[in-house]
């Protein structure tokens, strides 16, 4: 609808890498090409993330800026218990944050926002650079 075949309004994207099957497929039904690369997808402003997006947040935040974030929102206590739990006891820190900030109605959406704030703007992850140099 806003696309090449529809508006021609200029878009830009991120998916997750285990989606970019789905997300390429889209954008070639939407006009954008045809066997696009994930090169080609990025010259047209679509951008893959590592795993997630949260992945690539808590990457080039580190480990202790993310739980501080986590702090900030009342929620280092809970984070606490979760690493103790069998499954995930033992597992990198970064992994843990990422299932954490998954496992509550409300937390992603909540937590990327705030993730976003505490980025220093010479470490932004570089789908979400590319993303936002496209637009």
């Known amino acids: 609808m806003l696309g090449p075949r529809g508006l021609g309004v200029e878009l830009a994207g991120l998916c997750d ?14 006009g954008f090409g045809s066997n696009l690369t ?22 080039s935040l580190g480990v202790a800026a993310v739980e501080g974030v986590i702090d900030a929102q009342g929620d280092l206590g ?23 900030i ?17 980025l220093d703007l010479a470490r932004v992850p570089r789908p979400l650079d590319g993303v936002l140099a496209h637009v």
Do not use: N
């Open 17 to 30: 890498a285990a989606e970019e099957g789905h997300f390429r497929r889209a954008l070639e039904q939407a």
């Open 38 to 59: 994930r090169s080609r997808m990025e010259s047209l402003g679509f951008y893959v993330c590592v795993a997630d997006l949260e992945d690539e947040l808590i990457r």
């Open 78 to 100: 809970p984070f606490r218990t979760f690493q103790k739990q069998p499954a995930w006891r033992g597992r990198p820190a970064e992994e843990q944050l990422r299932r954490f």
């Open 102 to 118: 998954g496992t509550h109605s409300g937390r992603k959406i909540q937590s990327a926002a705030l993730l976003v704030d505490a």
